[in-house]
């Protein structure tokens, strides 16, 4: 029997990998899905006792969101190539997540049929396609804020900056928005505080904790002003919001998802 696989890093833990699946958002009724933790598939090709199952072939996967392109000899790029290689696959909304160049080559791979990633990149003929977390119904909410900075930190990105209140990307999905949406202006060293911020019209500015940027923030669509503890100062009082970008992201994960239910469609039907 013909199946079909979605995949992200379904870990609460992290509230922008965990909210980043189509399967959260849209109606896929009729169709033989079944959800599976990334996790799972790479322990799978680890020989992982009792993750046989997770070793998917033969099958039509979708996969994402969450930065899941990185480089030649990584885990997640290992895992992305094993079901690539090995299935017909979609990416919806998938994007990259290295400190050097990432390989995406394996998106011109024979069985992508189609793919959609968060990322602009010169030269890449790939269709943008931002996080489908803008499909949460907490972005629907009226918020009411006031004139103040916010902090979303990674836990290992964190911000040391005193006097500021702070969340960490680890919170649930509520607290996270609710958190977001209190404020005027906020300072992250997460992509999914960058990205649910721009949605909620917000003035953000990305914090590095490292020399080097990481390409899901330097490929972002919409960027953004980067600063450390030497510049912040300076940085938190030159920054503007992204207006439009909720509506936006909206619209175009609308369109992909008709596109995949057509190809589910004729895959069922092959």
């Known amino acids: 029997m013909k199946q079909i696989i979605f995949t992200n890093v379904n870990y609460n833990g992290n509230a922008g990998d965990f909210w980043s699946t189509p399967l959260k958002y849209y109606n896929f009724n009729g169709f033989p899905i079944k959800h599976v933790h990334f996790m799972d598939i790479w322990e799978s090709i680890q020989n992982t006792p009792n993750h046989e199952e997770y070793l998917i072939k033969d099958s039509l996967v979708v996969i994402g969101g969450g930065g899941l392109i990185t480089t030649q000899g990584n ?76 902090i979303i930190e990674h836990p290992r990105h964190p911000i040391n900056i005193p006097g500021f209140d702070k969340i960490n990307n680890q919170s649930n999905i509520e607290s996270i928005i609710n958190f977001l949406s209190s404020k005027s202006k906020i300072v992250s060293s997460t992509f999914h505080g960058i990205y649910w911020s721009q949605l909620l019209d917000k003035e953000v500015l990305y914090f590095k904790t490292t020399d080097t940027i990481n390409s899901k923030i330097i490929n972002m669509k919409h960027r953004i002003p980067i600063c450390d503890l030497s510049n912040f100062s300076e940085k938190i009082n030159n920054i503007s919001s992204t207006k439009g970008m909720l509506s936006e992201s909206r619209k175009l994960n609308d369109d992909f998802y008709l596109k995949t239910i057509k190809i589910f469609q004729e895959y069922l039907q092959s």
Do not use: A, M
Request: overall charge negative; charged content about 20%; proline content about 5%.
């Open 75 to 150: 885990f997640l790029q290992e895992t992305t190539e094993f079901l690539v290689k090995n299935n017909k696959v979609i990416f919806w909304g998938v994007g990259s997540n290295t400190f050097e160049k990432p390989s995406y080559d394996i998106l011109n791979h024979p069985n992508v049929i189609l793919s959609g990633i968060r990322d602009i990149v010169c030269g890449l003929n790939v269709d943008y396609l931002p996080c489908v977390s803008c499909k949460h119904p907490l972005f629907d909410k009226e918020y009411s804020s006031i004139e103040s900075i916010g």
